[in-house]
Structure formats: structure tokens, C-alpha cells
């Protein structure tokens, strides 16, 4: 099994930054990708960012050029900073990782409100 531990949300102001962490344990080697997610009331969960173990990245256009994800193999770790803030990027974010082998196989954090005030 895997275990996501995510960190780093709270309250910011609009223009602000944050940085989220999600620190993997347990059976580490089976995971591939990694990435993050988001939801906010009344919608969908939607994938926000995503890291493969080599580095290569893939962003939501809503996020470009604001937010940048970075992965840390040897602490199992993935953060995503996240800059110029905007309210419409309140929501939960949750750390997501995928099963090397059964790619449609998804582990989950608990989730960490972002909450971003105009």
C-alpha cells in the first residue's frame, strides 16, 4: 500500500503564494506519476498538475505559468508552489499518485483546503 500525507495549504490572499508538499510512504516503488489535484464546491475534481519519475510535467491551462510542480524521488516527495493566487483556485487539493503497472490504480491524500480571499 501507499500512504500520501499532504501539507501546506491554508488561507492567502489573492496574488499570494502557497507551496503544498505530499510525502509517499510504504511500497514507494510501485508508484509512477505523481500529481495533484483539485475541488471546489459544486464541481468535479479536476487534475491540476502531474510529475512522471523522470521529471516530465503537464499543466492545467487554468495554471500555467502560475504553478509549478516539482518532485523529490529520493524523500518521495512532491510539491506544487503555487503563485499568483487567484479565487477561483480555492478549492481542496489532493496528492495524487499512479500504480506503475496498473496505470488506472490511483492512491490519494486526505486533502488540504486552499482558500484564497479577494
Known amino acids: 500500500q501507499v500512504q500520501l500525507v499532504e501539507s501546506g495549504g491554508g488561507l492567502v490572499q489573492a496574488g499570494g503564494s502557497l507551496t503544498l508538499s505530499c510525502a509517499a510512504s510504504?511500497?514507494?516503488?510501485?508508484?509512477?506519476?505523481m500529481g495533484w489535484y483539485r475541488q471546489a464546491p459544486g464541481n468535479q475534481r479536476e487534475p491540476v498538475a502531474t510529475?512522471?519519475?523522470?521529471?516530465?510535467?503537464n499543466y492545467a491551462d487554468s495554471v500555467k505559468g502560475r504553478f509549478t510542480i516539482s518532485r523529490d524521488n529520493a524523500k518521495n516527495t512532491v510539491y506544487l508552489q503555487m503563485n499568483s493566487l487567484k479565487p477561483e483556485d480555492t478549492a481542496v487539493y489532493y496528492c495524487?499518485?499512479?500504480?506503475?503497472?496498473?496505470?488506472?490504480?490511483?492512491?490519494w491524500g486526505q486533502g488540504n483546503q486552499v482558500t484564497v480571499a479577494s
Open positions: 510504504g511500497s514507494i516503488a510501485v508508484i509512477s506519476t
Open positions: 495524487n499518485a499512479v500504480h506503475r503497472v496498473v496505470s488506472t490504480y490511483h492512491y
Open positions: 510529475i512522471t519519475r523522470g521529471g516530465g510535467t
